[in-house]
């Protein structure tokens, strides 16, 4: 994926985590998170940094899969424990909101997109043997090997020209407007310089955010206070 971006000039990578976003408070219109749940190992302090780097009436955009309304995929149907890895793997849709809505955002919408995933079933058996899906980790060799005889042999019997496609949940939620935010996190420099770092909805929030910062061990002090 590096190498592709390379010399594109609408593209840049910094090294971080969902945890840990290398982005200054209030500096994103969107963000876009493209199957990433399942990958968090903590999953509020994601969700507070989401909510961090956005900017007063930034969305948050979630594609993922959720443990109450999973779709029927075709690959499941040749790698049958694939589904139950699934539901292990994914929180479901009450538990994303309630994550997000914590860290301070409201949910807009949940909506139903329909992706095309291959052009034909053939070119989705290719894509498969990649072993992109990080579910084909917890698979055994042998329920991947059987998996991929039943695929091409699917394949073979008709290839098909019809394309493969899934319906999608795709979360959106939005950070409040600045006209809402009545607590303000402070931060003031070793040389006494005060400087308002960001304006959250609740004093929790603030204080919350005024932690997060102070612990990561630079010489500042940080307090919080609410907006008359």
């Keep these: ?12 990578y ?17 963000v876009l998170m493209f199957l990433v749940l399942q990958h968090v190992a903590d999953r509020p302090a994601a969700a507070r940094e989401v909510r961090r780097v956005l900017r007063p009436g930034g969305r948050v955009l979630i594609r993922s899969t959720f443990t109450d309304r999973m779709p029927e995929l075709v690959w499941h149907r040749y790698f049958p424990r694939a589904r139950a890895i699934e539901r292990e ?3 479901s849709r009450s538990e ?9 955002l409201r949910v807009v ?3 139903r997109v329909r992706e095309q995933v291959a052009p034909s079933l053939a070119a989705y058996a290719r894509r498969l043997e990649l072993r992109a899906i990080s579910v ?3 698979l055994t060799e042998d329920e991947i090997q059987r998996g991929f005889r039943a695929l091409r042999a699917a394949v ?5 020209v019809d394309p493969v496609e899934l319906d999608a949940d795709l979360l959106v939620l939005e950070a409040p407007s600045a006209a809402t935010q009545r607590w303000t996190v402070w931060r003031q420099d070793d040389n006494g310089n005060r400087y308002e770092v960001s304006r959250q909805d609740t004093r929790a929030e603030a204080e919350a955010v005024a932690a997060t910062l102070e612990a990561r061990g630079h010489k500042q002090t940080y307090w919080v206070s609410e907006r008359i």
């Design 96 to 104: 994303t909101e309630a994550l997000f809505t914590a860290a301070g």
């Design 14 to 30: 910094l090294a971080g985590s969902a945890e840990r976003i290398p982005l200054a408070d209030g500096t994103c219109d969107l």
């Design 109 to 111: 919408a949940l909506d």
């Design 1 to 12: 994926m590096r190498q592709a971006a390379v010399g594109h000039p609408g593209v840049s």
């Design 156 to 160: 073979e019997a008709d290839p098909g």
């Design 89 to 91: 793997l994914f929180p």
């Design 136 to 138: 084909f980790e917890y």
